[in-house]
């Protein structure tokens, strides 16, 4: 068997064994929280690509840190890298026009991932957007979770950097995870007239040690995989025997999840959520106080984080079953969005996100406590409750089903976009 037949029988099997069996072993997966981290860590990366970079996201800002990180990519191309940049239309709407000349002047392949999003905003077709944030480089390393290319590095103003966290993957998972973005590339360059094709052969077998985590990939969009990631939280809370612990910036779960969590701590298992505590989206932040009160009733523990933006999407589940990625607990992610998380089945990992998730809590955070909750003035009531009728009513439009089913279920499968 040639050299290029058996690195696409190799990637295939990983891909199969990813798709079945969900966990892929040997895996080296570290955490990275908020730009700080996060933004040097791709940038290194970037720097030593040899072969081909691939880069989504769904915010690209036109400031100090997409500026440094265009940099990046254009030292890549130079040394003759194949660099592919996906860039969702809605998330960077403000962005020039000019970035995405230098980008492709720099010899980078850029491509908008569904241009058109006006007038016709509230049908589903125009709310379905690539929310995913992913860059893949080589067959070495990828990185995943909730961080778009924009400054997080520093405080603006008064106001701290979002907290949020993305991890840096090496092992066989980095396969399957370059798989997708491929695969969304090739698909959104169909579109395109087949501009900004992938280029290039088979990529040399990764030199990467990898590590001992069992780890795994999950995508939601619109075909195939519609519910992932709902399925796999899903399953990892129903199975909880002592802690649940969810940090999401939007958090606005159908019935099945209400039920699940309700369910865990009504069977002795501590579940604590951080959640938005700064009103940054006004109908999400006010819609998702309208179920505070049920949440309350059954025995879960709310903690708001004040100390800035709160962008994270992650959990961890009786220490060690541990998910990072882009997808909030929401109908726009559950049911519209391209998402990607990646789930970890690991003690350590499991312990380094739990600690900086409770010093979170107990530094930045405050909680909610019910008699409190019990006690907010009636206009408040209405407001989260009206948000909250809202949001469905703008599911309903965009012919999402969404309370009855939990996080929903499209009627119509449609192909892929």
Same mark, same amino acid.
């Given at each position: ?153 520093? =405080?603006? *103003? ?7 966290? $993305?991890? +840096?993957?090496?092992? @066989?998972? %980095? /396969? ?59 399953? =990892?809370? *129903? ?7 969810? $940090?999401? +910036?939007?958090?606005? @779960?159908? %019935? /099945? ?61 009786? *220490? ?98």
């Amino acid at each position: 068997m040639s050299r290029g037949k058996r690195h696409r029988h190799s990637l295939h099997q990983t891909v199969l064994a990813a798709s079945f069996s969900g966990f892929v072993p040997g895996n080296q997966v570290i955490l990275l929280q908020n730009g700080e981290d996060y933004f040097p860590a791709i940038e290194a990366a970037f720097d030593r690509a040899q072969h081909e970079i691939y880069l989504e996201t769904y915010i690209y800002e036109n400031d100090a840190t997409g500026q440094r990180i265009a940099d990046a990519l254009k030292r890549a191309a130079l040394r003759g890298v194949n660099a592919y940049v996906l860039i969702d239309a809605f998330g960077s709407k403000d962005l020039p026009r000019s970035m995405l000349d230098r980008l492709r002047a720099d010899g980078v392949k850029a491509l908008i991932y569904r241009p058109t999003i006006f007038p016709w905003w509230l049908r589903r077709r125009s709310l379905r957007r690539m929310h995913r944030k992913i860059a893949v480089v080589d067959r070495e390393i990828a990185f995943v979770g909730g961080i778009n290319i924009i400054d997080d590095r520093e =405080a603006t *103003g008064d106001m701290p950097p979002r907290y949020d966290y $993305a991890v +840096a993957v090496e092992g @066989p998972l %980095v /396969d399957v995870i370059r798989h997708s973005a491929r695969r969304l590339w090739s698909m959104v360059a169909w579109s395109y007239f087949r501009k900004g094709t992938i280029r290039g052969g088979a990529l040399p077998v990764s030199t990467s040690a990898g590590g001992h985590m069992s780890a795994a990939f999950l995508v939601r969009d619109n075909f195939r995989h519609r519910r992932d990631i709902e399925a796999a939280y899903l399953r =990892a809370i *129903g199975r909880a025997e002592s802690e649940i612990i969810l $940090a999401h +910036a939007y958090f606005l @779960p159908g %019935v /099945d999840f209400r039920h699940a969590l309700v369910n865990a701590a009504g069977r002795g298992v501590r579940v604590v959520l951080l959640l938005q505590g700064k009103v940054e989206y006004f109908l999400q932040h006010y819609a998702s106080r309208a179920l505070y009160g049920n949440l309350l009733d059954g025995g879960i523990e709310i903690y708001e984080y004040r100390k800035s933006f709160l962008h994270a999407k992650v959990a961890v589940i009786d *220490g060690h079953w541990a998910t990072v990625g882009s997808s909030n607990i929401d109908p726009f992610s559950l049911l519209l969005s391209r998402e990607a998380n990646v789930v970890v089945d690991d003690k350590e990992f499991g312990a380094t996100l739990t600690h900086s998730l409770k010093q979170a809590m107990e530094t930045d955070g405050r909680r909610i406590l019910k008699d409190n909750w019990n006690q907010q003035p009636a206009y408040f009531r209405f407001l989260s409750w009206l948000s909250y009728g809202l949001v469905r009513l703008i599911m309903g439009i965009t012919g999402s089903a969404y309370e009855n089913s939990g996080a929903g279920d499209e009627r119509t499968p449609e192909p892929e976009d």
